[in-house]
Structures are given as structure tokens and as C-alpha cells.
């Protein structure tokens, strides 16, 4: 089936540094979403993106609009309330399809 | 922003017994969804559901699985009976419109489930 490769699986930042994280799909797929899920559990949605790149604040995603096999996110100036579970998602037709997940830890 | 709500947050049963799930998705939304997360683990699809019908499911939806959504009301996810491997947190989501690449999911803060 659909798969979506996520990685690193776990990063730890400096404060204020930057750092990517990455989605490769195994089909070309029509969307991605990105979650951030905290220590609650609470999925927090980032970005929904169809093509192109979307920024917020400190945060900026890209889906690769060409072959759509890939999608980036990038912390830039990483802050401690950063820390949590990235999730990427990408759309089959009816359903998400959720990677493994990056755990990201910020440190002073 | 359009909110999912999910209760009860937290729910521990006995292995065997039933529990019922309820998700109270966006008021104009069709489309449902179930997903199944074990600690520290991904999301895993288990349903989704429109107009009164389970349109795709995956293996992780056994057969003790249900879902509904009578008049309008809570969509429910029922577990019948319950298994130790049943404990996990799960999401409901809606959307919509089908297709999600055409908009966002909106996603539950998740009901723990705890199987003893």
C-alpha cells in the first residue's frame, strides 16, 4: 500500500538553530498535511499544502509540485515550546496516510 | 477554528467488555474517520465513514469493530469485545468533502483506551 517514509525519526536542536525534516512518499501523492503532536497527545495541524510552499512564522513547508513524492519542513530558530512529534501525512483519495513520526527535542 | 470533540477523554475497561467511543465531528462535515495510535507509534487508518456507510476500512478494523453515526449524532466507534491489544489512543477526524487532498482533516484530541 500508500507508504510515507518520514525521517530523522528523532532530532534535538540548539535553541535558536535551524533544521529540515522530510517525507519521501512511495507514489505520488495528491497532498500533504503536517502535525505537530505535543505531550498531551494533541494533534496540532501546521500546514495543509496541494503544490508550493506555505509560511508561518518560524515554520515553512514544500511539496515537491513536479514529481509530488516529497514534502520538507523547515524550523528555523528552533524555541523549547517546539518540542513534540512532527507527523507528515499524505492524501491517497480517501484517506491520510500517516509517517512514523520525527520526535524533536529543542535544548538551551 | 472548526473543532472535533471526543469523549470521554480517557476510558478503562475490563478485556471482553464493550466501549463505545464518541466523536462529535465539525456541525457541516460528511465525511468521518478513525485512527488508531499505540503509544509512541504513527497513526494508523482504521475507517472511514459517509452517509450512513463504512467506505473503506483497513486491517486494522476487525470485525469487533462498528461505527455509526444514528441521526445525525455522535459518529461512534464500538469495540465488541474489547482486546488487550485494543489499548491504544484513538482519533477521530472529519472532513468535508471526500477526497481529502482537497482540504484539511480535522482531527479529535483522542480518546485513550485502556484494556486491562
Known amino acids: 500500500g500508500d507508504q510515507v517514509e518520514q525521517s530523522p525519526s528523532a532530532l534535538s536542536l540548539h535553541e535558536g538553530t535551524d533544521s529540515a525534516l522530510r517525507c519521501n512518499f512511495t507514489?505520488?501523492?495528491?497532498?500533504v498535511q503536517w502535525f505537530r503532536q505535543n505531550s498531551r497527545g494533541s494533534l496540532i495541524s501546521l500546514f495543509y499544502l496541494a503544490s508550493g510552499t506555505k509560511e508561518n512564522g518560524r515554520l515553512k513547508s514544500a511539496f515537491d509540485s513536479k514529481e509530488r513524492r516529497y514534502s520538507t519542513l523547515h524550523i528555523r530558530d528552533a524555541q523549547l515550546e517546539d518540542s513534540g512529534t512532527y507527523f507528515c501525512a499524505a492524501a491517497s483519495f480517501s484517506k491520510l496516510v500517516f509517517g512514523q513520526g520525527t520526535s524533536l527535542s529543542v535544548v538551551p | 477554528g472548526p473543532k472535533v470533540l471526543q469523549i470521554p477523554s480517557h476510558q478503562i475497561i475490563d478485556m471482553g467488555q464493550m466501549v463505545t467511543l464518541n466523536c462529535d465531528p465539525v456541525s457541516n462535515h460528511l465525511y468521518f474517520y478513525w485512527y488508531k495510535q499505540i503509544l509512541g507509534q504513527q497513526m494508523e487508518f482504521l475507517v472511514n465513514?459517509?452517509?450512513?456507510?463504512?467506505?473503506?476500512k483497513s486491517k486494522l478494523f476487525k470485525d469487533q469493530f462498528s461505527v455509526e453515526r444514528p441521526d445525525g449524532s455522535y459518529f461512534t466507534l464500538k469495540i465488541q469485545p474489547t482486546a488487550l491489544e485494543d489499548s491504544a489512543v484513538y482519533f477521530c477526524?472529519?472532513?468535508?468533502?471526500?477526497?481529502?487532498?482537497?482540504?484539511?482533516?480535522?482531527f479529535g484530541s483522542g480518546t485513550r483506551l485502556t484494556v486491562l
Open positions: 465513514f459517509y452517509n450512513g456507510k463504512v467506505m473503506e
Open positions: 507514489t505520488t501523492m495528491r497532498s
Open positions: 477526524a472529519s472532513s468535508l468533502k471526500l477526497g481529502v487532498s482537497a482540504e484539511t482533516l480535522y
